[in-house]
């Protein structure tokens, strides 16, 4: 036993030898500018090489941004000589001193502007081969499909990455808000066994020789969970086979979903959103202002209280601002939307406006008809900027009444077993709301189409790499 | 527009009048012991109604937890008379004065066993139709097809829903701990272009009339992801078409993936996973002492470090121990595990083991070799009290390297386009680790099958509800 006990503790030293004799911890790039005249290890990727004769400069990047070093033959002869074969993507490690820079030389676009690493030695921690376009600039001109096509490395661009530095931080802001509310966080599947939410956008999946799909939101899960925790949320993967390309869809996406029980009034579920939304603001703005420079781009004013008006009188105001007469639409176009936010923000300062009372019709079978006006239901959509950020609403609660939309709907409440158990057993009043991630963050960045706001995004088209043209037979 | 925006004021003060008049906020029922001799109001479901002649005892199942309620005639009729038609799962809500209870009728396995709540007031907010078994006991005592064919009614039981309060702890310890060490979340497709990870053991996708697969896991997306972020996770979705029903499987599961760059030895990973575990088992412990006592389970002993083997060591062991003789066996086997989990127990006081050096032939084509054994990799399991609890390993970041391993291990170079890219393009030294949600919700409750740490769990037999036997033609 204790010869065992021995040979994993030394393996334990070997790998500590491994490492080399003892060294000061790894500093990050972003670092620098707090280790002035200090000698510090840097280790990242070469964003670019500029050879001056004599003296090389290399921007470094690593996971919190970019410093600049200068590779003197003065100081380090060796350093200097490994430096001459770097290219753009070398992975290396090294070693200098900090030093603060001349005025004259200060970048004041680069958080670290103020400071350069003077390198004492570098080694090449992996090689890369040239790149298939220059990646050193601020921008990265290139189209859509040439950006995706080359996605993992494109992916490493500031100005990309900037945009999934921004999601993650909208992501925790959506949890941070309802676990503070006393929502709980639940995972639901993806892999449904009927069409459930209608229509022929769905994917089919081969499950054991059944055919299943792949569920378009975590919609009816999520109310499900209302009678076990009354308030939930997740963070769910929702597939729209959409048949056709266009800059706001993606065939799979990331939902951001909650849902409330005891409610007192619909008005409670636009409530909750609207803080969730402005946490979300409130994060970003207090995080991330390098990345909305990097966009020209600024959290929307959210000072003031969203408006929440009826759908009808949102097409009232519509038609009195600009003569447009869309007042027997049963919807708003993408037109309206734009327009209604722009009046908000004119009006009331903020880009932001829900619209309440769609026509029943048009909204899915689970939406709660104002019992004041049924044509009409209490469901609501955030509009934001110019399109739809969230949409939500109360549910209907009722057993009965939900079996009869159910079939009115044109759905077969067998195909709803444990969906419908949720509401034969005791439902309270309740409702919720969802936002797609993606969405959000194109709108926040203004970025002009949803891929961008996708890490590996999926549509007719492409699967990661562009999908051939499927062939007849399969 | 005056008249508008009046509109909207009246919709608002509407809602408010329909809440009735100004009334207490509600009050959960876990708080009703910080509340004695003061009037409240609380909202919920009926778990239980036990008629005493005269006086109704009602317990009060809510978000929070659950509290006795009495209704006696002399305080109010009209409650009594509603209560009298109460049955379980009923959603009421209740005016009353929280009481302290004397000293004899004191329920301490409740947390609210000190008090009860005299009602005042009782409304009836949702009805429920006669349930199919009780629900009042403290353990509900159903077999497991009949636990998951009355799933969203069974989940409401206090000791089921105690397993996903739980779970959403172990999560959010896992995002907690990788967050701190800088780590930047990331979201990752399902669906993917081929099943790249072997096996026939893959849901296949209809999509847009193109094979597609559901991804065995998130493993390539978060490697490719270290070349941006260096340090990675994800909770994700993760699917495999297992042809067999066991006890430890799901066809859909919560893969907690996290992958981290610029690693100086594999060991760094084995540290990062040993820290994400116990800060789980700290936040479970500090959270859920009530929940683990439903199952009569505690959190492990973890306060010593965990040991790490080599695969042959651990052989070693087992045949010292009990003399099986598995010395040459290419993988250890259930059993096996088991042991070595109650050897680190006995003799090193916490009943977790890495174990190292699995055979390279038994690990995936990515994971990196020994250099000084490069029959053996630099791959490991935690094996946690009698499973594999995570897996992990450096990986090949040498793009010749991991090309040759992608040929050897049968796949096309060509199905990896965007997952080379990052190794084609400087990818420095890496690993990273995996564990399966569900796996450890239910090793930490000492659940007897994986599907009940499932909200809704997919095998071979079920979505939801029992699955038809397929159909010869589809």
Chains 1, 2 share one sequence.
């Not at 491994?18 to 500093?27: F, T, Y």
């Not at 390309?245 to 939902?255: G, K, M």
Request: glycine share 6%; proline share 5%.
């Amino acid at each position: 036993m204790n010869v065992l006990l021995n040979e994993s503790r030394i393996m334990n030293q070997e790998s500590r030898q491994r490492r080399g004799s003892p060294k000061a911890a790894r500093v990050l790039a972003g670092e620098t500018s707090q280790k002035i005249d200090q000698e510090v290890l840097l280790k990242g990727w070469v964003r670019t090489r500029r050879d001056h004769g004599k003296l090389i400069f290399l921007d470094l990047r690593d996971r919190s941004g970019v410093v600049q070093l200068v590779v003197n033959p003065q100081v380090s002869e060796g350093a200097h000589k490994v430096s001459q074969e770097l290219r753009p993507e070398y992975v290396i490690e090294v070693r200098g001193e900090v030093k603060k820079r001349p005025e004259n030389t200060i970048n004041k676009d680069l958080p670290t502007g103020e400071v350069e690493v003077e390198v004492k030695g570098l080694t090449i921690l992996s090689k890369a081969e040239t790149l298939p376009f220059d990646m050193g600039g601020e921008e990265l001109n290139l189209e859509l499909p040439t950006l995706l096509d080359n996605r993992t490395l494109t992916l490493r661009h500031p100005k990309i990455s900037a945009i999934f530095k921004v999601q993650k931080t909208i992501a925790s802001a959506f949890r941070k808000t309802l676990k503070e509310e006393g929502f709980t966080e639940i995972f639901v599947p993806t892999i449904v066994a009927t069409a459930t939410e209608g229509g022929a956008e769905v994917f089919s999946v081969d499950y054991y020789k059944h055919k299943a799909y792949l569920a378009q939101s975590p919609q009816l899960y999520k109310q499900m969970m209302v009678g076990i925790f009354e308030r939930v949320f997740t963070i769910a993967h929702a597939y729209r086979a959409e048949p056709s390309v266009t800059t706001r869809h993606l065939s799979e996406y990331i939902s951001l979903d909650a849902e409330m029980g005891f409610i007192d009034s619909y008005t409670d579920l636009m409530d909750m959103a609207e803080k969730v939304v402005k946490e979300m603001f409130r994060q970003v703005s207090e995080n991330h202002q390098q990345e909305l420079s990097l966009f020209g781009a600024s959290v929307p004013p959210h000072k003031n209280r969203f408006l929440r008006l009826k759908m009808r009188e949102a097409q009232e105001i519509i038609f009195k601002r600009i003569k447009r007469d869309h007042r027997s639409e049963p919807d708003l176009d993408p037109a309206d939307e734009k327009e209604i936010c722009q009046w908000a923000l004119e009006e009331h300062g903020v880009p932001f406006v829900f619209i309440t009372h769609y026509p029943t019709k048009k909204r899915p079978f689970y939406t709660m008809p104002d019992p004041r006006d049924p044509e009409y239901t209490l469901g609501f959509d955030l509009l934001g900027i110019s399109e739809e950020w969230v949409t939500g609403g109360q549910r209907i609660n009722d057993y009965q009444m939900l079996l009869s939309h159910i079939k009115k709907w044109g759905n077969k409440p067998e195909q709803f077993g444990l969906y419908l158990q949720a509401f034969k057993y005791g439902m309270p009043p309740e409702g919720g709301f969802a936002m797609g991630l993606e969405r959000i963050t194109k709108d926040l960045l203004g970025l002009s189409n949803v891929r961008e706001a996708s890490l590996y995004p999926r549509d007719m088209e492409r699967i990661d790499e562009r999908l051939q043209k499927p062939k007849k037979e399969k």
